[in-house]
């Protein structure tokens, strides 16, 4: 039986790119919402959840660190997918027919140049994927969609120009989620962990818990804060670390960490993507 893989958009999206180039050998599943991707794993429906955590341009995706803690799942890859911009239209249409070009807004301010000279106007869409669709379903050649090449595929467009993203470095990561975790394997380009926590109640307490990973020498490649529960005074931090927690140096780290900590839960220790580097 082939295993699946869901992922949260339209067949198309960058999601499922993601999935298709990180696990070409799965069955991707499209969710409406990043809930129903971890609910579709949770639940044995899928093996894998593939959620985007942060972009190079756009910075963090919004609701994933709120999720990810109590989602039940575990992270056990992570997937740097480069983000082609292309502009798709219907099978022999010419650039210079095209008027509009409908898309997410993230992506139409990503290709704001190319837009500009060409004087097609931007048209917001729900999704870049979705967007691709209804190109296909209006049939009209001066509507234009900005999606991945996988979308053009999938729909029956053509590609009238591709990479034309003004950022030549614009990737996003991903987290590769299941249902257990796998702290077994060694990744020949390291290790990575990552775990949230919540300092306790005492003066200096982020400085004094985030010491024992310069002591120790341990790599902390992104903290981020953000409050849970409604509340000013409850704060939650998000770590990503090098290293594996039974490397000597990370154990000294983690258990000095858990000194000046309420709470900690490691959510996943995964090989390091060699794109990382």
């Known amino acids: 039986m082939t295993k699946k893989i869901a992922f949260q958009g339209e067949p198309g999206a960058y999601s499922h790119q993601a999935c298709h180039d990180a696990r070409p050998d799965m069955e991707a599943v499209p969710c409406k919402t990043f809930e129903d991707v971890i609910d579709t794993v ?157 300092v306790r109640n005492i003066p200096a307490a982020l400085y004094k818990a985030m010491g024992g990973f310069a002591t120790n020498g341990v790599n902390m490649t992104k903290l981020e804060s953000y409050m849970v529960g409604g509340s000013f005074l409850a704060t939650q931090f998000y770590a990503d670390i090098e290293g594996h927690p039974e490397d000597p140096p990370v154990a000294r780290a983690l258990e000095e960490l858990d000194y000046f900590t309420s709470d900690v839960k490691v959510l996943g220790v995964y090989p390091a993507d060699p794109r990382r580097h």
């Open 42 to 198: 949770r639940d044995g429906a899928a093996d894998l959840a593939m959620l985007p955590v942060e972009n190079t341009t756009y910075g963090r995706v919004a609701d994933i660190h709120r999720l990810l803690p109590d989602s039940g799942l575990h992270i056990v890859d992570e997937a740097f997918v480069r983000v082609h911009i292309n502009l798709l239209a219907l099978p022999g249409t010419r650039l210079e027919q095209v008027a509009t070009a409908i898309s997410h807004t993230v992506l139409l301010g990503q290709c704001h140049d190319f837009l500009r000279r060409h004087g097609i106007h931007r048209v917001t869409g729900a999704d870049t994927a979705g967007s691709a669709k209804l190109v296909a379903e209006h049939g009209d050649r001066t509507q234009a969609a900005l999606a991945s090449e996988l979308a053009g595929e999938i729909y029956g467009l053509d590609v009238l120009a591709r990479h034309i993203e003004d950022q030549s470095n614009n990737t996003t990561r991903f987290l590769i989620m299941a249902r257990a975790p796998d702290f077994s394997r060694r990744g020949s380009d390291g290790m990575m962990t990552s775990f949230v926590f919540r």
